[in-house]
């Protein structure tokens, strides 16, 4: 059979990045500790290219939003196919300390127990493990932090997401996990429960022999207690085993796998929201609020030291004593730096434009703290402010705001609304009634799903009572069954 080669002319719209568009998704992405690494690698490569001082010179103008240093007006990056490159990929990046954090941060904890917390989360290693030893984090000039309190918070942690860290070891996760689930098997906490050695090898039959060879020697044990012999209530048949055996096979016994290892580093503000008065207003401030508050938002002035434009450089250019190679290569090396300042200038302005677009939407947080938080999509601040919810994604990575209430992720302040007739309440806002609803109940352990589902109604927060066990489980609190 004979082919029929035929050419065609095919006209198809492809879209491809430059390299100033690459740069600036980059820089988009990064965290300001990621920034300011780059600026000075930037400024060694680059002799055009100065940095000012440790402080940025981000000034709000009445028009186009913000300017760094000298910035040349010249090359604007609001162009739409600019936007649209930028609207390609998002920044996955995140490590294990900063989603601890971002957890803890929605925690409106006493503040003895938020250090504390803090403490714990600064020291696990890149497995979520301790390094230094967790009663070595108490401050003992803090009389509130006490062992009691070390045990709260480690469990506290321990129940974040991914659960099962902020534990000394593999063993003692797969531990923790287990009891979490809170259907595991008698006989799988009794083997996780410093006995993992019994699983080696993993057959039934040698592992019945083990643990009957230690129920025999721990009951003729004088002063045996009934803490040294929990979890001993099961069948010790060859088919409990196996099912332990299933259900330990289901645990991680490495949770942090899925987060950067990157050195951990203490994170600073990238926006500050501050209350203000109205005669402390000026013309060029950013103000959102209503009567009741009013808040100044302004990009953290510590957050991205400032660059400029060599203007010994500029100088140069202009002058005759070049020759026309010379010329040449200045002006590359003069356009690079303004490229370069172009780029940290959108990223500035829009994680300012975005956060203003979400303390306004979130204006109820600001006032109340917490809890209140209202439902926010990525793309809602999209389309405030005319961008692709994938800007907005890579814009609230690593990024972070400073309010009254603490130190918050940018998404944090994303949440869903809640599985509930009335769109208008956020999952954020039923998990904190619930948990104000279980805590201060009388009979709070023993107060059944159902009847929580009618106290939230109560509160205007009508949800079936599934989702009450399903939000439960968020909050890492067990059925009243097993509720002790």
Same mark, same amino acid.
């Given at each position: 059979?004979?082919?029929?080669?035929?050419?065609?002319?095919?006209?198809?719209?492809?879209?491809? =990045?430059?390299? %100033?568009?690459?740069?600036?998704?980059?820089?988009?992405? =990064?965290?300001?500790?990621?920034?300011?690494?780059?600026?000075?690698?930037?400024?060694?490569?680059? &002799?055009?290219?100065?940095? #000012?001082?440790?402080?940025?010179?981000?000034?709000? =103008? &009445?028009?186009?939003?913000?300017?760094?240093?000298?910035?040349?007006? !010249?090359?604007?990056?609001?162009?739409?196919?600019?936007?649209?490159?930028?609207?390609?990929?998002?920044?996955?990046?995140?490590?294990?300390?900063?989603?601890?954090?971002?957890?803890?941060?929605?925690?409106?904890?006493?503040?003895?127990?938020?250090?504390?917390?803090?403490?714990?989360?600064?020291?696990?290693?890149?497995?979520?493990?301790?390094?230094?030893?967790?009663?070595?984090?108490?401050?003992?000039?803090?009389?509130?932090?006490?062992?009691?309190?070390?045990?709260?918070?480690?469990?506290?942690?321990?129940?974040?997401? &991914?659960?099962?860290?902020?534990? %000394?070891?593999?063993?003692?996760?797969?531990?923790?996990?287990?009891?979490? %689930? #809170?259907?595991?098997?008698?006989?799988?906490?009794?083997?996780?429960?410093?006995?993992?050695?019994?699983?080696?090898?993993?057959?039934?039959?040698?592992?019945?022999?083990?643990?009957?060879?230690?129920?025999?020697?721990?009951?003729?044990?004088?002063?045996?207690?009934?803490?040294? =012999?929990?979890?001993?209530?099961?069948?010790?048949?060859?088919?409990?085993?196996?099912?332990?055996?299933?259900?330990?096979?289901?645990?991680?016994?490495?949770?942090?796998?899925?987060? !950067?290892?990157?050195?951990?580093?203490?994170?600073?503000?990238?926006?500050?929201?501050?209350?203000?008065?109205?005669?402390?207003?000026?013309?060029?401030?950013?103000?959102? #609020?209503?009567?009741?508050?009013?808040?100044?938002?302004?990009?953290?002035?510590?957050?991205?030291?400032?660059?400029?434009?060599?203007?010994?450089?500029?100088?140069?250019?202009?002058?005759?004593?070049?020759?026309?190679?010379?010329?040449?290569?200045?002006?590359?090396?003069?356009?690079? @730096?303004?490229?370069?300042?172009?780029a940290v200038t959108y990223r500035q302005n829009?994680?300012?434009?975005?956060?203003?677009?979400?303390?306004?939407?979130?204006?109820?947080?600001?006032?109340? #703290?917490?809890?209140?938080?209202?439902?926010?999509?990525?793309?809602?601040?999209?389309?405030?402010?005319?961008?692709?919810?994938?800007?907005?994604?890579?814009?609230?990575?690593?990024?972070?705001?400073?309010?009254?209430?603490?130190?918050?992720?940018?998404?944090?302040?994303?949440?869903?609304? @809640?599985?509930? !007739?009335?769109?208008?309440?956020?999952?954020?806002?039923?998990?904190?009634?619930?948990?104000?609803?279980?805590?201060?109940?009388?009979? !709070?352990?023993?107060?059944?799903?159902?009847?929580?589902?009618?106290?939230?109604?109560?509160?205007?927060?009508?949800?079936?009572?599934r989702t009450v066990a399903k939000y439960r489980?968020?909050?890492?609190?067990?059925?009243?069954?097993?509720?002790?």
């Amino acid at each position: 059979m004979a082919l029929n080669l035929q050419q065609r002319q095919v006209q198809k719209q492809v879209q491809v =990045m430059s390299q %100033k568009q690459i740069q600036s998704l980059k820089i988009l992405s =990064m965290s300001s500790e990621d920034l300011n690494a780059e600026i000075v690698n930037a400024a060694e490569e680059n &002799p055009s290219l100065i940095i #000012g001082s440790k402080y940025s010179t981000i000034n709000k =103008m &009445p028009s186009d939003g913000l300017k760094v240093a000298s910035s040349s007006q !010249s090359g604007e990056l609001a162009s739409e196919s600019h936007q649209a490159a930028l609207e390609a990929y998002s920044d996955q990046r995140k490590s294990l300390t900063e989603h601890f954090l971002s957890q803890l941060n929605m925690l409106n904890l006493p503040p003895a127990e938020h250090d504390l917390c803090e403490k714990l989360i600064y020291n696990l290693d890149a497995k979520g493990f301790h390094f230094l030893a967790p009663v070595s984090l108490i401050d003992k000039k803090n009389k509130s932090q006490t062992p009691g309190l070390l045990e709260k918070c480690m469990d506290r942690i321990q129940h974040f997401d &991914p659960a099962g860290l902020c534990v %000394k070891n593999m063993e003692e996760s797969l531990f923790v996990q287990a009891r979490q %689930k #809170g259907n595991a098997p008698a006989l799988a906490l009794f083997i996780l429960d410093g006995r993992l050695n019994y699983l080696d090898p993993p057959k039934p039959e040698k592992i019945m022999a083990k643990i009957k060879k230690y129920l025999d020697e721990h009951k003729k044990m004088f002063g045996a207690t009934q803490e040294s =012999m929990r979890y001993t209530d099961f069948k010790l048949t060859e088919k409990e085993i196996e099912n332990a055996l299933m259900f330990i096979r289901q645990l991680d016994p490495f949770p942090a796998r899925d987060f !950067s290892t990157v050195e951990t580093h203490y994170v600073s503000a990238d926006i500050n929201v501050e209350k203000v008065n109205e005669e402390d207003i000026t013309k060029e401030d950013t103000v959102i #609020g209503d009567s009741e508050i009013l808040l100044k938002i302004t990009a953290a002035t510590e957050s991205v030291p400032s660059i400029a434009i060599n203007k010994e450089d500029l100088q140069l250019l202009e002058s005759k004593t070049l020759t026309a190679k010379e010329k040449k290569e200045l002006s590359e090396r003069i356009s690079r @730096a303004k490229e370069f300042i172009e780029a940290v200038t959108y990223r500035q302005n829009t994680i300012l434009r975005a956060c203003t677009e979400i303390v306004r939407h979130q204006l109820d947080f600001f006032k109340y #703290g917490p809890g209140h938080l209202k439902p926010l999509r990525l793309q809602d601040i999209a389309d405030k402010l005319g961008l692709h919810e994938t800007t907005i994604s890579r814009m609230s990575t690593s990024k972070y705001l400073r309010c009254s209430y603490g130190l918050f992720s940018v998404k944090y302040f994303f949440t869903n609304a @809640a599985s509930s !007739s009335d769109k208008t309440i956020s999952r954020d806002k039923v998990l904190f009634v619930m948990k104000q609803i279980i805590e201060q109940n009388t009979e !709070s352990k023993k107060i059944s799903d159902q009847k929580i589902a009618e106290e939230l109604e109560k509160h205007g927060i009508k949800i079936a009572r599934r989702t009450v066990a399903k939000y439960r489980s968020l909050l890492n609190i067990e059925s009243s069954f097993n509720r002790m």
